[in-house]
């Protein structure tokens, strides 16, 4: 019995010389569309689909293959007699490969003036439909999704007549895997659509980017995933320029790092970070006088570290940081000459290009943090503060230097862990106590770090003082000036202490814990 595929197919790539190749092998083809045009075209001979449902092709191409003469050839199972009896007794003939790739349902909503009903008319029902029926009876069925199966298909019908069940399965997989992220891209699309923000089921989707050698230590297996609408300004999106594969710990770096340069907009900026905190940050009118800041904030904690700038580096700049050792360098654009610079006998420095200008849209996505049995789902820590609206909680205001101090040291503990404390002038960090265990432990690091460099020098925290001691340290160091969330039943007691010593506090009344 001469044996039966249907081929249909938006990406056409291959498929041509794929049909080829089958009809060598004896088999019909049976087609649809503008599939059935282009292998007619191309010389293979083709059944048409409404040859084999005794229908014509209906509602502008929305009814097609729903037909039992279809889905019964694909479902019939051929160990039961009583299956293959039916599809007798109803005159339809068994269909053994199905290759069918969907409307391009992603690439509609990509388009930038993608219309309501553009997107509706490009979900696709009867390739779905088809490939779950071939899926689910590959027991006996051949079902391809993926042009670079192709090969692999042919490959075992030319040398057995057939594929192999453990072929077949391994295709039903890949199978349902695709339409799951198929239906899940059309449930987000929709959800967007109604305004829906806590949906009953969770649906997202994500593309393999890169295998890795292993995850956070060598024991552990990981894996690199892409969201399947890509974020331009996201390391999964970077244009590497040179070096070595990012290592899981490079990309949660580098994310940590352009997560951070995304608040410091208005001036040239540059944030070297380690770790998944900030280790120098600085500030200035000319990117080489920023790095310059970054660098003097900590030389030793920098040392192989990320750096990611916020404006094009110039040779000048890059002349700077290829004399020390550095993991990543992240910047918009880099000059020819600068370039040059930095990959000059620096092979494994790894240079990455990202699309600064794409920085807004990348603060709407949702964050997700796995734990055991679940995942927590929040959005971004973006806030719009306007120090307009902090208060000034004690008797002596910030002067004016020290208000441009806080300002910049409040955008910088962001991002520093919890409990987070960062001392900071106003165009540089000069002291960060991240992730203690008590908010006192974190204050005497950030001091210890910034020692002898207190001149002008204020400091924040990440949330409130639970105790006036945290103050009393600070001001035995001689800093003069504070900014924190408040909201502390024992705020009072921390307000009295920075009185005491002629500190200026401001209370934000936002809080930014980084667990």
């Known amino acids: 019995m001469t044996k039966r595929a249907l081929i249909s197919v938006s990406d056409k790539v291959g498929i041509v010389e794929f049909a080829q190749e089958l009809k060598k092998l004896g088999w019909d083809i049976i087609s649809t569309g503008g599939t059935k045009v282009a292998l007619d075209e191309a010389g293979v001979d083709t059944i048409a689909i409404d040859e084999v449902t005794g229908f014509p092709e209906m509602m502008d191409g929305r009814v097609k293959t729903l037909h039992p003469n279809i889905h019964g050839g694909l479902l019939a199972r051929r160990d039961l007699d009583s299956h293959l009896q039916a599809a007798k007794d109803n005159h339809i003939e068994l269909i053994d490969l199905v290759v069918v790739n969907l409307y391009p349902f992603k690439e509609t909503i990509l388009k930038p003036e993608v219309t309501y009903a553009d997107a509706v008319e490009n979900i696709d029902i ?3 439909s088809m490939l779950r029926s071939a899926a689910k ?3 006996s069925v051949t079902v391809v999704v993926d042009p670079a199966d192709y090969a692999l298909v042919l490959d075992e019908l ?15 997989a890949k199978v349902f895997r695709h339409t799951a992220a198929y ?3 059309i449930a987000e699309y929709f959800t967007k659509q109604v305004g829906e923000t806590q949906p009953e089921k969770l649906t997202i989707t994500y593309d393999l980017k890169q295998a890795m050698r292993y995850g956070e230590n060598p024991q552990q297996d990981a894996d690199f995933y892409q969201k399947a609408l890509p974020t331009a300004y996201s390391i999964a999106s970077a244009k590497q320029l040179n070096g070595k594969e990012l290592s899981f710990n490079n990309i949660r770096d580098a994310d940590a790092a352009i997560r951070i340069i995304r608040d410091f907009k208005d001036r040239p900026t540059v944030v070297a970070l380690k770790h998944m905190n900030p280790c120098g940050i600085g500030q200035a009118d000319a990117i080489e006088t920023a790095w310059d800041y970054a660098y003097e904030s900590d030389p030793v904690s920098i040392f192989g ?8 580096v110039d040779a000048a700049t890059a002349k700077k940081m290829h004399a020390i050792f550095l993991e990543i360098i992240i910047a918009p654009s880099y000059s020819a000459e600068a370039l040059e610079i930095l990959t000059t006998k620096k092979k494994n420095l790894r240079i990455l290009q990202l699309p600064f200008e794409a920085q807004e849209a990348s603060q709407v996505e ?3 943090t796995g734990v055991v049995g679940g995942l927590l ?21 910030p002067n004016d230097q020290e208000k441009t101090a806080l300002e910049f040291a409040w955008k910088a503990i962001k991002y520093v862990k919890s409990n987070g404390i960062i001392v900071t002038n106003d165009h540089m960090t000069l002291g960060v106590g991240p992730g203690q265990t008590n908010r ?28 006036a001691d945290n103050v009393e340290e600070i001001a035995a160091a001689g800093v003069k000036a504070i900014i924190q969330p408040g909201g502390s039943v024992r705020d009072q007691e921390s307000i009295d202490m920075a009185d005491k010593y002629g500190i200026a506090m401001v209370f934000t009344g936002v809080r930014h814990f980084r667990h």
Request: net charge negative; hydrophobic share 40%.
């Open 440 to 467: 006192v432990a974190s204050v005497r690091i950030a001091l210890d770090q910034a020692k002898d460099r207190l001149d002008g020098a204020v400091l924040a925290s990440d949330a409130f003082f639970p105790f």
């Open 137 to 139: 009876n590959h027991a």
């Open 305 to 312: 570290g990320i750096v990611v700038l916020n404006r094009e």
């Open 366 to 368: 949702k964050e997700y």
């Open 183 to 185: 239906d899940a891209l």
């Open 158 to 172: 030319s040398a057995n007549g057939e594929t192999s069940f453990d072929t077949r399965r391994r295709l039903a």
């Open 126 to 128: 009867g390739g779905p």
């Open 377 to 397: 789902v929040q959005n971004q820590d973006v806030i719009e503060e306007n120090p307009a609206d902090w208060k000034v909680v004690t008797k002596r205001p």
